[in-house]
Protein backbone atom coordinates (compact mmCIF):
# COMPACT_ATOMS: atom_id res chain seq x y z
CA UNK A 1 0.00 0.00 0.00
CA UNK A 2 1.02 3.23 -1.12
CA UNK A 3 -1.34 5.57 0.86
CA UNK A 4 -1.80 6.20 4.01
CA UNK A 5 -5.78 5.51 3.95
CA UNK A 6 -4.63 2.02 1.56
CA UNK A 7 -2.18 1.28 4.20
CA UNK A 8 -4.50 1.83 7.20
CA UNK A 9 -7.13 -0.25 5.80
CA UNK A 10 -5.07 -3.26 5.93
CA UNK A 11 -5.51 -4.03 9.24
CA UNK A 12 -9.24 -2.45 9.58
CA UNK A 13 -8.61 0.97 10.50
CA UNK A 14 -9.23 4.43 8.40
CA UNK A 15 -6.51 7.22 8.13
CA UNK A 16 -8.23 10.86 8.18
CA UNK A 17 -7.85 14.07 8.08
CA UNK A 18 -9.65 17.24 9.25
CA UNK A 19 -10.61 19.63 6.50
CA UNK A 20 -11.92 23.05 6.06
CA UNK A 21 -14.50 23.90 3.40
CA UNK A 22 -12.50 27.12 3.42
CA UNK A 23 -9.37 25.71 1.14
CA UNK A 24 -11.87 22.62 -1.12
CA UNK A 25 -10.96 25.01 -4.75
CA UNK A 26 -7.55 24.70 -4.16
CA UNK A 27 -6.42 21.39 -6.53
CA UNK A 28 -3.26 20.13 -4.07
CA UNK A 29 -5.52 20.22 -0.94
CA UNK A 30 -8.32 18.12 -2.60
CA UNK A 31 -5.98 15.74 -4.17
CA UNK A 32 -3.93 15.37 -1.14
CA UNK A 33 -7.02 14.42 0.71
CA UNK A 34 -8.53 11.84 -1.75
CA UNK A 35 -5.74 10.28 -2.49
CA UNK A 36 -4.04 9.58 1.31
CA UNK A 37 -7.24 9.69 3.53
CA UNK A 38 -9.58 7.33 3.95
CA UNK A 39 -11.62 9.43 6.47
CA UNK A 40 -12.97 13.30 7.56
CA UNK A 41 -13.15 15.73 10.61
CA UNK A 42 -14.64 18.92 9.55
CA UNK A 43 -12.28 21.31 11.29
CA UNK A 44 -14.63 24.15 11.69
CA UNK A 45 -18.03 23.23 10.10
CA UNK A 46 -20.17 21.42 12.24
CA UNK A 47 -19.21 23.61 15.43
CA UNK A 48 -22.57 24.97 17.51
CA UNK A 49 -21.80 28.89 16.05
CA UNK A 50 -21.33 27.88 12.52
CA UNK A 51 -24.59 25.21 12.33
CA UNK A 52 -26.91 27.38 14.75
CA UNK A 53 -25.97 30.91 15.06
CA UNK A 54 -28.77 32.08 16.18
CA UNK A 55 -31.68 29.41 18.12
CA UNK A 56 -33.32 26.73 15.94
CA UNK A 57 -31.85 28.40 12.74
CA UNK A 58 -29.51 26.07 11.48
CA UNK A 59 -26.71 26.19 8.61
CA UNK A 60 -25.45 22.97 7.06
CA UNK A 61 -24.47 24.05 4.26
CA UNK A 62 -20.67 24.55 4.68
CA UNK A 63 -20.57 20.98 6.30
CA UNK A 64 -22.55 19.21 3.76
CA UNK A 65 -20.14 19.78 0.80
CA UNK A 66 -17.67 17.99 3.33
CA UNK A 67 -19.57 15.37 3.96
CA UNK A 68 -21.21 15.12 0.58
CA UNK A 69 -17.65 14.59 -1.06
CA UNK A 70 -16.27 12.65 1.81
CA UNK A 71 -19.39 10.41 1.27
CA UNK A 72 -18.79 10.30 -2.63
CA UNK A 73 -15.33 8.42 -1.71
CA UNK A 74 -16.67 6.23 0.78
CA UNK A 75 -14.81 7.73 3.69
CA UNK A 76 -15.44 7.99 7.35
CA UNK A 77 -16.72 10.85 8.69
CA UNK A 78 -16.01 12.21 12.25
CA UNK A 79 -18.82 14.79 13.33
CA UNK A 80 -17.15 17.25 15.65
CA UNK A 81 -18.62 18.36 17.56
CA UNK A 82 -22.08 18.39 19.60
CA UNK A 83 -21.48 20.09 22.95
CA UNK A 84 -18.31 21.74 23.50
CA UNK A 85 -17.94 25.42 25.45
CA UNK A 86 -15.57 26.75 22.58
CA UNK A 87 -16.93 28.26 18.84
CA UNK A 88 -20.29 28.19 20.81
CA UNK A 89 -22.82 30.50 19.52
CA UNK A 90 -23.49 33.86 21.53
CA UNK A 91 -27.07 32.93 22.28
CA UNK A 92 -26.66 29.99 24.39
CA UNK A 93 -24.27 31.58 27.28
CA UNK A 94 -27.16 33.95 28.56
CA UNK A 95 -30.04 31.33 28.55
CA UNK A 96 -31.43 30.03 32.25
CA UNK A 97 -30.89 26.45 33.15
CA UNK A 98 -34.18 25.27 31.55
CA UNK A 99 -33.48 27.05 28.01
CA UNK A 100 -30.31 26.16 27.87
CA UNK A 101 -31.28 22.22 28.55
CA UNK A 102 -34.11 22.65 25.86
CA UNK A 103 -31.58 24.63 23.44
CA UNK A 104 -28.84 21.48 23.80
CA UNK A 105 -31.40 18.80 23.20
CA UNK A 106 -32.85 20.10 20.42
CA UNK A 107 -28.99 21.21 19.22
CA UNK A 108 -28.17 17.54 19.30
CA UNK A 109 -31.24 16.30 18.04
CA UNK A 110 -31.67 19.07 15.18
CA UNK A 111 -27.61 18.38 14.34
CA UNK A 112 -27.30 15.11 14.35
CA UNK A 113 -30.47 14.25 13.12
CA UNK A 114 -29.19 16.16 10.03
CA UNK A 115 -26.91 13.44 9.25
CA UNK A 116 -28.49 10.35 10.81
CA UNK A 117 -26.89 7.42 9.19
CA UNK A 118 -23.87 9.26 7.35
CA UNK A 119 -21.54 9.45 9.91
CA UNK A 120 -18.95 7.05 11.95
CA UNK A 121 -18.85 8.88 15.17
CA UNK A 122 -19.70 11.87 16.76
CA UNK A 123 -17.44 13.81 19.38
CA UNK A 124 -20.81 14.52 21.39
CA UNK A 125 -18.90 16.15 24.45
CA UNK A 126 -15.30 17.99 23.70
CA UNK A 127 -13.17 18.94 26.29
CA UNK A 128 -15.39 18.76 29.02
CA UNK A 129 -12.66 18.17 31.90
CA UNK A 130 -9.66 20.07 33.83
CA UNK A 131 -6.05 19.25 33.87
CA UNK A 132 -6.95 18.27 37.27
CA UNK A 133 -9.35 15.50 36.45
CA UNK A 134 -12.41 17.31 37.78
CA UNK A 135 -15.28 18.86 35.52
CA UNK A 136 -14.72 22.00 33.57
CA UNK A 137 -16.65 25.12 34.75
CA UNK A 138 -18.01 25.46 31.60
CA UNK A 139 -21.66 27.14 30.79
CA UNK A 140 -23.14 23.44 30.51
CA UNK A 141 -21.51 22.41 33.99
CA UNK A 142 -22.41 25.28 35.46
CA UNK A 143 -25.97 25.36 34.35
CA UNK A 144 -26.92 22.03 34.33
CA UNK A 145 -24.52 19.78 36.60
CA UNK A 146 -22.82 16.79 36.10
CA UNK A 147 -25.49 15.27 34.24
CA UNK A 148 -25.47 17.33 30.97
CA UNK A 149 -22.75 14.73 29.39
CA UNK A 150 -24.82 11.75 29.90
CA UNK A 151 -28.16 14.06 28.98
CA UNK A 152 -26.11 14.61 25.79
CA UNK A 153 -25.30 10.88 24.84
CA UNK A 154 -28.89 9.84 25.53
CA UNK A 155 -30.07 12.48 22.99
CA UNK A 156 -27.26 11.61 20.44
CA UNK A 157 -27.73 8.23 20.15
CA UNK A 158 -31.79 8.92 20.33
CA UNK A 159 -31.12 11.19 16.92
CA UNK A 160 -28.56 8.79 15.37
CA UNK A 161 -28.50 5.36 16.06
CA UNK A 162 -25.88 4.31 14.15
CA UNK A 163 -22.88 6.84 14.98
CA UNK A 164 -20.33 5.94 17.66
CA UNK A 165 -20.86 8.46 19.73
CA UNK A 166 -17.39 9.37 21.59
CA UNK A 167 -15.81 11.39 24.42
CA UNK A 168 -13.09 13.77 23.28
CA UNK A 169 -10.38 15.48 24.80
CA UNK A 170 -6.49 16.95 24.89
CA UNK A 171 -3.94 16.39 26.84
CA UNK A 172 -5.09 12.97 28.00
CA UNK A 173 -1.86 11.28 26.15
CA UNK A 174 -0.83 8.91 28.74
CA UNK A 175 -2.01 8.38 32.21
CA UNK A 176 -2.37 11.35 34.22
CA UNK A 177 -5.32 13.17 36.55
CA UNK A 178 -7.40 14.51 33.38
CA UNK A 179 -7.49 10.99 31.59
CA UNK A 180 -8.09 9.47 35.36
CA UNK A 181 -11.37 11.70 35.25
CA UNK A 182 -12.15 10.70 32.03
CA UNK A 183 -11.51 7.13 32.60
CA UNK A 184 -13.53 7.20 35.69
CA UNK A 185 -16.71 9.06 34.01
CA UNK A 186 -16.21 6.29 31.18
CA UNK A 187 -16.50 3.49 33.61
CA UNK A 188 -19.27 4.76 35.16
CA UNK A 189 -21.35 5.12 32.07
CA UNK A 190 -20.42 1.74 30.83
CA UNK A 191 -21.56 0.21 34.46
CA UNK A 192 -25.05 2.36 33.97
CA UNK A 193 -25.89 1.90 30.57
CA UNK A 194 -25.65 5.50 29.63
CA UNK A 195 -24.70 5.04 25.56
CA UNK A 196 -20.97 5.60 24.88
CA UNK A 197 -19.11 3.59 22.62
CA UNK A 198 -15.36 5.53 21.79
CA UNK A 199 -13.51 7.78 23.54
CA UNK A 200 -10.89 10.65 21.14
CA UNK A 201 -7.64 11.31 21.91
CA UNK A 202 -6.69 14.94 20.05
CA UNK A 203 -3.26 14.27 20.61
CA UNK A 204 -1.86 17.55 19.98
CA UNK A 205 1.77 16.78 20.31
CA UNK A 206 5.29 18.12 20.30
CA UNK A 207 8.60 16.80 19.48
CA UNK A 208 9.72 16.14 23.44
CA UNK A 209 6.53 15.05 23.69
CA UNK A 210 6.81 12.11 26.19
CA UNK A 211 4.82 8.92 25.59
CA UNK A 212 5.64 6.09 27.29
CA UNK A 213 1.80 5.46 28.80
CA UNK A 214 -0.08 6.35 25.36
CA UNK A 215 -0.16 2.62 24.38
CA UNK A 216 -1.50 1.65 28.20
CA UNK A 217 -3.61 4.38 28.62
CA UNK A 218 -5.40 4.00 25.07
CA UNK A 219 -5.65 0.18 26.20
CA UNK A 220 -7.24 0.83 29.83
CA UNK A 221 -10.10 2.87 27.97
CA UNK A 222 -10.49 -0.02 25.61
CA UNK A 223 -10.61 -2.53 28.14
CA UNK A 224 -13.88 -0.74 29.77
CA UNK A 225 -15.67 -1.57 26.31
CA UNK A 226 -15.14 0.88 24.35
CA UNK A 227 -13.09 2.02 21.13
CA UNK A 228 -10.50 4.34 20.76
CA UNK A 229 -9.18 7.02 17.92
CA UNK A 230 -6.62 9.34 17.82
CA UNK A 231 -8.75 11.99 16.73
CA UNK A 232 -6.52 15.41 15.92
CA UNK A 233 -2.80 14.09 15.37
CA UNK A 234 -0.33 16.97 15.03
CA UNK A 235 3.31 17.29 16.66
CA UNK A 236 5.30 20.44 16.58
CA UNK A 237 8.66 19.93 15.10
CA UNK A 238 10.74 18.76 12.09
CA UNK A 239 12.83 16.24 11.08
CA UNK A 240 13.41 13.00 12.86
CA UNK A 241 12.16 14.39 16.49
CA UNK A 242 8.91 15.05 14.94
CA UNK A 243 9.22 11.32 12.61
CA UNK A 244 9.40 9.68 15.97
CA UNK A 245 6.56 10.64 17.97
CA UNK A 246 4.41 10.30 14.97
CA UNK A 247 5.71 6.80 14.65
CA UNK A 248 5.57 6.43 18.57
CA UNK A 249 1.27 7.69 18.32
CA UNK A 250 0.98 5.38 15.14
CA UNK A 251 2.65 1.90 16.83
CA UNK A 252 0.37 2.69 19.85
CA UNK A 253 -2.90 2.37 18.17
CA UNK A 254 -1.58 -0.64 15.98
CA UNK A 255 -1.10 -2.10 19.29
CA UNK A 256 -4.75 -1.80 20.44
CA UNK A 257 -7.19 -3.74 18.75
CA UNK A 258 -9.92 -1.60 19.21
CA UNK A 259 -7.83 1.48 18.05
CA UNK A 260 -10.11 1.90 15.16
CA UNK A 261 -8.20 5.12 13.22
CA UNK A 262 -6.15 8.14 13.38
CA UNK A 263 -7.16 11.52 12.06
CA UNK A 264 -4.23 14.17 11.75
CA UNK A 265 -5.89 17.59 12.17
CA UNK A 266 -4.88 19.02 8.90
CA UNK A 267 -3.49 18.04 5.24
CA UNK A 268 -0.81 20.48 4.88
CA UNK A 269 1.54 22.59 7.45
CA UNK A 270 0.49 25.54 5.60
CA UNK A 271 -3.12 25.60 7.01
CA UNK A 272 -2.40 24.47 10.13
CA UNK A 273 -3.92 25.72 13.15
CA UNK A 274 -0.37 25.67 14.75
CA UNK A 275 1.14 26.05 11.60
CA UNK A 276 4.49 27.94 12.79
CA UNK A 277 4.86 24.58 14.60
CA UNK A 278 4.82 23.08 11.07
CA UNK A 279 3.31 19.66 12.83
CA UNK A 280 1.40 17.86 9.84
CA UNK A 281 2.56 15.17 7.45
CA UNK A 282 2.72 17.25 4.52
CA UNK A 283 4.74 20.77 4.22
CA UNK A 284 3.44 23.55 2.50
CA UNK A 285 3.71 22.56 -0.83
CA UNK A 286 2.27 19.40 -0.05
CA UNK A 287 5.55 17.51 0.14
CA UNK A 288 5.64 14.20 1.84
CA UNK A 289 8.02 15.06 5.16
CA UNK A 290 10.22 12.45 7.06
CA UNK A 291 7.08 12.01 9.81
CA UNK A 292 4.74 10.93 6.77
CA UNK A 293 7.08 7.90 6.05
CA UNK A 294 7.40 7.52 9.35
CA UNK A 295 3.31 6.67 9.75
CA UNK A 296 3.34 5.03 6.07
CA UNK A 297 6.31 2.27 7.50
CA UNK A 298 4.30 1.75 10.70
CA UNK A 299 0.91 1.25 9.26
CA UNK A 300 2.66 -1.53 7.04
CA UNK A 301 2.93 0.56 3.72
CA UNK A 302 5.65 1.68 1.57
O1 LIG B 1 -14.36 32.10 9.99
C1 LIG B 1 -13.65 33.25 10.45
C2 LIG B 1 -13.39 34.18 9.32
O2 LIG B 1 -14.62 34.65 8.83
C3 LIG B 1 -12.50 35.34 9.82
O3 LIG B 1 -12.17 36.17 8.75
C4 LIG B 1 -11.23 34.79 10.45
C5 LIG B 1 -10.35 35.88 11.02
O4 LIG B 1 -9.60 35.42 12.09
O5 LIG B 1 -11.58 33.93 11.48
C6 LIG B 1 -12.34 32.81 11.04
O6 LIG B 1 -12.61 31.97 12.12
C7 LIG B 1 -11.53 31.20 12.61
C8 LIG B 1 -11.84 29.74 12.43
O7 LIG B 1 -10.84 28.96 13.05
C9 LIG B 1 -11.93 29.33 10.96
O8 LIG B 1 -10.69 29.55 10.34
C10 LIG B 1 -11.36 31.54 14.08
O9 LIG B 1 -10.90 32.86 14.23
C11 LIG B 1 -10.38 30.59 14.71
O10 LIG B 1 -10.40 30.81 16.13
C12 LIG B 1 -10.77 29.17 14.44
O11 LIG B 1 -9.78 28.32 15.00
C13 LIG B 1 -10.17 26.97 15.15
C14 LIG B 1 -10.11 26.58 16.63
O12 LIG B 1 -10.43 25.22 16.75
C15 LIG B 1 -11.06 27.41 17.48
O13 LIG B 1 -11.17 26.91 18.75
C16 LIG B 1 -9.20 26.12 14.36
O14 LIG B 1 -9.38 26.38 12.96
C17 LIG B 1 -9.46 24.64 14.64
O15 LIG B 1 -8.41 23.89 14.09
C18 LIG B 1 -9.47 24.39 16.14
O16 LIG B 1 -9.77 23.05 16.36
C19 LIG B 1 -9.79 22.62 17.73
C20 LIG B 1 -10.79 21.51 17.85
O17 LIG B 1 -12.05 21.93 17.36
C21 LIG B 1 -10.91 21.01 19.27
N1 LIG B 1 -9.63 20.64 19.80
C22 LIG B 1 -8.57 21.65 19.68
C23 LIG B 1 -8.43 22.09 18.23
C24 LIG B 1 -7.28 23.06 18.07
O18 LIG B 1 -7.52 24.27 18.76
Excluded at 21 to 27: C, F, I, P, V, W
Excluded at 180 to 187: E, K, L, N, Q
Amino acid sequence: ASTLGAAAAQSGRYFGAAISTSHLGEAAYVNTWTAEFTGVTPENEMKWATVEPNRNQFNFGPADQIVSQARSRGMKIRGHTLVWHGQLAGWVSGLDASNLRSAMQNHISQVAGHWKGQLYAWDVVNEAFEENGTRRQSVFQQKLGDGYIEDAFRAARTADPNAKLCYNDYNIDGVNAKSTGIYTMVRDFKSRGVPIDCVGFQSHLGSNSTLSSYQANLQRFADLGVDVQITELDVGGSGSGQANVYRQVTQACMAVSRCTGITVWGVTDKYSWRSSDTPLLFDGNYGKKQAYTAVLDVLGGG
